[in-house]
């Protein structure tokens, strides 16, 4: 008898056959944390400790039966028995860490450690609700918790706990655990994840996330980023973000005085990398920590820290590093505001003349992002472009400064997930193509051997059609959307942001209906596909759905549009409906002004799977290009020194292009008639100003030259033997592009835990 027919048995007291799919979900959820229970976990001196504010890990029934190589084990078993693993999996709850790429990023890289054999963990904490749950009413984004954590899950509480002070109170953590096994490996590793028991999910506010925002010891890990809209908002994310890393801290210092550390020679035993600004509180929290119960004076303190933290930078933008007024960390946790203005002095010292590197601005802000520049070992960029633009403008001052800690580490996605789980059908292809090297080295280059070969890719062309039926089910069976056979799918998947340009996209969708009612009616039906949540407190990014919606629901009720045009946005748009999309999409669309976009992740996946990349060159979009060739591309847009210069001279009149005749119907037409009889009026108004007043993230600057690569990228589409030889390069070039480069850089360069 298998161990998972015992296991049924064991649950529920009935043979496997006769258990609906929420018990089997259960026994192979048993099965595979039994599995990994016998696991060692990786081991060297030096740890790895990869503190995030996310991690989307996406479900995870798959993945790790996938990493422990019996998938297909599993999947035997359960069709004996008259199960379907596909459906099976439907019954696992996806849990709700995080939101956007920085979440994504940081579980691949998980992933990617564990698989490298490397010894690190994941540390966070452990949202009650995630974000939250996206709903559309009114074709407008209304937002519910987002409910995961219900039985059962991956999740195992642990004995461990720490105090953590804050300046009126002290709260007592609980830590869980998730087991990150890696792609067949007899090791593994985990996501710790911080809790408190006196949270209390029964003071949300019926189906909102309204909450009293003062009451931290039963809101603190309700969501992930509150909403900061106001003082109590602002001040709950400070609690939030202190309270992940002064447990990390203390589980760091803990684990290494385990091995064998004294503390002044903690970077022996740890090394800790900050993912983005939102943990950079660990800072002063370990010389807190070093000070008052190691005794270690502050100087060494301030030298022990920065030879054991590395700081990755994820953002271009200004308002995106974060800054906390002062006083709002004296009111939550004075003893790290005492010692921020010790290492503020530390740097006037040293730095007297240079207000643009200085801890505390004029008006009393604390840039938690130069704290952790100042007092780190490395500081990295995740694309080449985002690291050179850091070194020669926005970190200018501190490039100056520590020139030798600047480094770049393009990201990367992990295959396991992304190809292997995701495109099983083109997994074999690549097996019968490539062997099953790829799998380990990730090298698809051997494809472009096949370049000519028209059974590759017909095979490759019916993988793609199959993918779009898979698509086709998952939306009718999550929103009751029917999407056209055999249309062009068209993908925006990401959140929702002015400088990623949904708004620029909707501009086309509204040229291509107008286009279609004067008769140019396209050769192939297409399918326009968004997903992304926007911040509840971000109103434009929230017009920007509305307005999408409106255009969804438009020409879906116009009988001379709705056989050649279709716009769908994706509701509660996840991991689970990110793998539908990406191995279904004909081009994915990563149109963000150039400068803006810091790397990009989802670019990564739609190529591997296949996608032909319509794109500025922004972010990691520019080593795409390098990697597939321009006749392997679709380009346009301004560069991104042509648009750093126009933000320096503030010379961009959004007017001057709206007074344009191919742009200004496109743009009234948000407020034409019948948008303004369907929608909100207040919202489209106020995106009609925005755009032509003051469009901040230059929709318009690029709108003409969008519309036409568009129409050549549609053109191009037609001749599907060249089509499909465009999308066989760029999956044999992806191979660059896999977490496990990325994490071995790091490795290598940064973390050397290696004994």
């Not at 039994?34 to 989307?56: C, G, M």
């Not at 648009?643 to 009234?668: A, C, F, N, W």
């Not at 465009?726 to 071995?744: C, E, H, M, P, Q």
Request: charged content about 25%; overall charge negative; hydrophobic content about 40%.
């Amino acid at each position: 008898m298998h161990r998972i027919e015992e296991l049924a048995l064991a649950n529920f007291n009935q043979p496997l056959k006769d258990l609906n799919n929420q018990e089997v979900y259960k026994v192979i959820l048993d099965f595979v944390q039994d599995l990994t229970a016998a696991q060692p976990f990786n081991d060297s001196k030096r740890k790895l400790y990869y503190v995030s504010a996310e991690f989307l890990i996406g479900k995870l029934l798959s993945n790790n039966l996938l990493n422990l190589g019996c998938y297909e084990e599993v999947d035997q078993v359960l069709q004996s028995h008259g199960h379907s693993l596909h459906e099976v999996e439907k019954a696992e709850a996806e849990p709700s860490l995080g939101n956007g790429g920085l979440g994504r990023l940081a579980a691949c890289f998980l992933d990617s450690i564990s698989s490298l054999g490397i010894n690190g963990d994941g540390i966070g904490l452990n949202y009650h609700f995630g974000l939250f749950r996206q709903v559309f009413e009114n074709n407008q984004q209304t937002c519910e918790p987002d409910v995961w954590l219900e039985q059962p899950t991956w999740i195992k509480r642990s004995a461990i706990s720490y105090p953590v002070p804050f300046k009126d109170f002290t709260l007592k953590s609980t830590l869980y655990d998730i087991d990150i096994p890696g792609y067949h490996q007899k090791t593994k590793n985990r996501l710790r994840l911080f809790d408190l028991d006196s949270v209390d999910e029964a003071i949300i506010k019926g189906q909102s996330i309204n909450f009293d925002k003062q009451n931290i010891k039963e809101n603190l890990t309700l969501f992930l980023y509150p909403d900061d809209s106001d003082e109590a908002g602002e001040l709950l994310r400070i609690y939030q973000q202190y309270f992940m890393v002064s447990n990390a801290a203390q589980l760091i210092i803990d684990e290494a005085v385990a091995k064998g550390s004294v503390i002044t020679d903690l970077d022996e035993y740890a090394v800790v990398q900050i993912n983005d600004t939102h943990p950079a509180f660990i800072i002063p929290e370990f010389i807190r920590l070093f000070t008052t119960q190691h005794g270690i004076s502050f100087e060494e303190a301030v030298q022990i820290v920065s030879r054991t933290v590395a700081f990755t930078n994820h953002t271009i933008l200004a308002e995106a590093l974060e800054k906390w007024p002062m006083d709002y960390i004296e009111t939550t946790v004075p003893e790290i505001a005492q010692i921020i203005r010790q290492l503020d002095q530390v740097i006037r010292e040293q730095f007297p003349q240079n207000d643009a590197v200085q801890i505390i601005d004029s008006i009393g802000r604390v840039h938690m992002a130069h704290i952790a520049i100042h007092f780190s070992k490395s500081v990295n960029g995740v694309a080449q472009l985002h690291t050179d633009i850091l070194k020669e403008t926005e970190l200018n001052a501190f490039f100056k400064l520590y020139p030798e800690r600047f480094n770049n580490k393009t990201n990367g996605i992990t295959f396991r997930r992304w190809l292997m789980a995701a495109n099983p059908a083109l997994c074999e292809l690549l097996d019968d193509k490539l062997t099953n090297d790829w799998r380990n080295d990730h090298d698809l280059s051997g494809l472009l051997e096949f370049v000519e070969d028209l059974d590759t890719l017909n095979r490759l062309q019916t993988i793609k059609h199959d993918n779009k039926l898979n698509l086709k089910e998952f939306l009718e069976d999550n929103q009751s959307v029917t999407l056209h056979d055999s249309a062009i799918i068209d993908v925006q998947i990401k959140r929702i942001h002015e400088y990623k340009r949904q708004q620029m996209l909707a501009l086309y969708i509204i040229h291509k209906y107008l286009d279609i009612k004067a008769g140019n009616i396209p050769a192939t039906p297409i399918s326009i596909i968004f997903g992304g949540k926007a911040a509840p407190a971000y109103i434009i990014a929230q017009d920007i759905i509305h307005l999408i919606l409106n255009l969804s629901e438009m020409i879906a009720n116009d009988p001379e549009v709705s056989p050649h045009l279709q716009v769908v946005m994706v509701e509660n748009y996840n991991v689970t409906a990110a793998e539908k999309l990406i191995t279904a999409a004909d081009i994915s669309e990563q149109i963000s002004l150039a400068s803006k976009e810091a790397s990009g992740t989802g670019n990564m996946k739609f190529m591997l799977n296949g996608a032909l990349t319509v794109c500025t060159l922004d972010g990691a979009n520019v080593e795409i290009a390098e990697q597939v060739g321009h006749d392997n591309i679709f380009i346009f847009g301004k560069s991104s020194q042509e648009i750093v210069k126009l933000y320096e001279e503030e010379s961009y009149d959004p007017g001057t292009y709206y007074q344009r005749p191919i742009i200004k119907p496109l743009v009234d037409f948000i407020v034409s008639d019948a948008m303004l009889e369907m929608g909100n009026r207040e919202r489209l108004e106020r995106l009609h100003h925005d755009m032509k007043t003051k469009d901040w993230f230059m929709a318009l600057i690029d709108l003409e030259e969008f519309i036409e690569c568009k129409e050549v990228c549609y053109q191009a589409y037609e001749d599907q033997k060249t089509w499909m030889q465009k999308s066989l390069v760029n999956i044999a070039k992806a191979g660059y592009f896999s977490s496990d480069r990325t994490i071995r850089q790091y490795e290598e360069e940064i973390w050397q835990t290696r004994d």
